[in-house]
């Protein structure tokens, strides 16, 4: 079965600094990636999706981008982070050959 | 219009009852429907698929109805470790093959 890995687990940041989240798939080769933010006391947002390396689609207009270097690693960035950046985010994997997905543990991102 | 819609609650029952919860999505065309559940400060976790014929898994029931375009989730006896946030999720085979979920519906179990 799969295994997502995902880090930091919490990460305090300033307005303006950058940022790099990693995302790492264990247990199947060539999936779909996603990355999602939940607000607090929100549903999840789909920010990203990658078919396969260096695949990025974007959802929605943002602060943030998205590389797939290699096939079970996908990193979210940013340049220059706003407060409205907080949240929780949250990588995840499409179930071979189904349409449910696995999430991984998730980073919790703070903007001050 | 919200694609998929669920009272956010909080439901607030105690130990032994059942509750409902019910998801309302926009889109006709989305084919697959799922619950998931996720804890505080957790990852969403896959709780069930939805039937179209419905469904069981020991105290959780799943109803689907595609006419109204609505998903039920039962759960009976409910247990402390029950409570959690109740996430109606729906998919559709487009492209990106990824699922849209509603903002979820907050179950607390008392003793």
């Known amino acids: 079965s799969q295994t997502i890995h995902q880090w930091p687990a919490t990460l305090v940041q300033p307005v303006g600094s950058p940022l790099s989240l990693e995302c790492t798939v264990e247990?199947?080769?060539?999936?779909?990636l996603y990355w999602y933010r939940q607000a607090a006391g929100r549903g999840l947002q789909l920010l990203f999706y990658?078919?396969?390396?260096?695949?990025i689609s974007s959802e929605v207009p943002q602060n943030l981008s998205a590389s797939r270097p290699q096939d079970r690693q996908f990193i979210l960035s940013s340049k220059k982070l706003l407060l409205s950046d907080s949240g929780f985010y949250l990588c995840?994997?499409?179930?071979?050959?189904?349409?449910?997905?696995?999430f991984g543990p998730g980073t919790r991102l703070l903007v001050l | 219009r919200k694609e998929v819609e669920q009272d956010p609650g909080p439901f607030n029952v105690p130990e032994g009852a059942t509750v409902a919860f019910n998801c309302t999505y926009s889109?006709?065309?989305?084919?697959?429907f799922f619950w998931y559940r996720q804890d505080c400060r957790k990852e969403p976790k896959l709780l069930m698929s939805v039937y179209s014929s419905g469904n069981e898994d020991g105290r959780f029931t799943a109803q689907l109805n595609r006419a109204s375009q609505y998903i039920s989730l039962l759960i009976r006896d409910s247990k402390l470790s029950d409570s959690a946030t109740y996430l109606c999720?729906?998919?559709?085979?487009?492209?990106?093959?990824?699922?849209?979920f509603g903002s979820g519906t907050r179950l607390q179990v008392q003793p």
């Open positions: 995840a994997s499409l179930r071979d050959r189904g349409e449910t997905q696995y």
């Open positions: 247990g199947t080769s060539n999936p779909n």
């Open positions: 990658s078919v396969g390396i260096g695949q």
């Open positions: 999720v729906v998919y559709m085979d487009t492209g990106r093959r990824a699922l849209t």
């Open positions: 889109n006709s065309a989305s084919q697959s």
